[in-house]
Structures are given as structure tokens and as C-alpha cells.
């Protein structure tokens, strides 16, 4: 598993955390104050739907320091918040798509037996 390290120019290291699990009513606010006892927290976004803006349930949290994040970590993987057991870890790099857009591209072949 490969975490996501960006380098801060003023304090040496960021970590990204992924945090799942989440209760469709938490709000970044809710989870800014989960992580802050730990360290900085820089930013944190929870991921919503395009077509109807509701939470899908997991989120991330950017944090100053890499050491202070896997505190978090380890702390709280599998507690309860906002009812539920989340999961907490390092992000993995996002994936890179195959495949180039889902057009309806036409393979000039349409009709034809």
C-alpha cells in the first residue's frame, strides 16, 4: 500500500488519509475535530455524489505532519463515529483510467452481419 506524501515547503511532509465508513450525515467539521487532537490538520473533503450532493460515505483528511498522522491512524481505525466503526488508513494514489472517456464511439461497423 503506497501513501500519498506531498512535500510542504514550510514543515517537511503532508499525509493524506483515507477515512471510510462514514455516517452520510457527517460533516468535514465533524471530522476536521476527530482528527485535530492528533496534529494540523490542513484540509479535509468529504466526497459527494454529483447527481444528488449526499455524502458517499468516505472522505479524506490532509494532515502537516506524517508522524502525527499515523497516530491518527492507529488511534482511530475501527472506532466509533457518528455511529459507526470506520476505517482508517494511508490514501493510495488514485488509480490512472484505461480506456479513454466512454464515448459512444463509432467502429464504423454498426449494421453490418
Do not use: H
Not at 31 to 45: A, K
Not at 82 to 98: C, L, Q, Y
Request: hydrophobic share 30%; glycine share 16%; aromatic share 8%.
Amino acid at each position: 500500500m503506497f501513501a500519498l506524501v506531498r512535500k510542504n515547503r514550510k514543515e517537511g511532509v503532508l499525509k493524506n488519509i483515507f477515512v471510510g465508513n462514514l455516517s452520510f450525515n457527517t460533516g468535514e467539521d465533524e471530522l476536521r475535530q476527530l482528527f485535530e487532537p492528533f496534529g494540523q490538520v490542513d484540509r479535509v473533503s468529504i466526497l459527494t455524489d454529483r447527481e444528488t450532493g449526499r455524502s458517499r460515505g468516505f472522505g479524506f483528511v490532509e494532515m502537516s505532519n506524517a508522524e502525527e498522522g499515523d497516530k491518527a491512524i492507529t488511534a482511530l481505525n475501527g472506532s466509533q463515529f457518528g455511529g459507526r466503526a470506520i476505517n482508517v488508513n494511508e490514501a493510495r494514489p488514485k488509480a490512472e483510467r484505461a480506456g479513454g472517456g466512454g464515448g459512444r464511439g463509432d467502429r464504423g461497423d454498426r449494421g453490418r452481419r
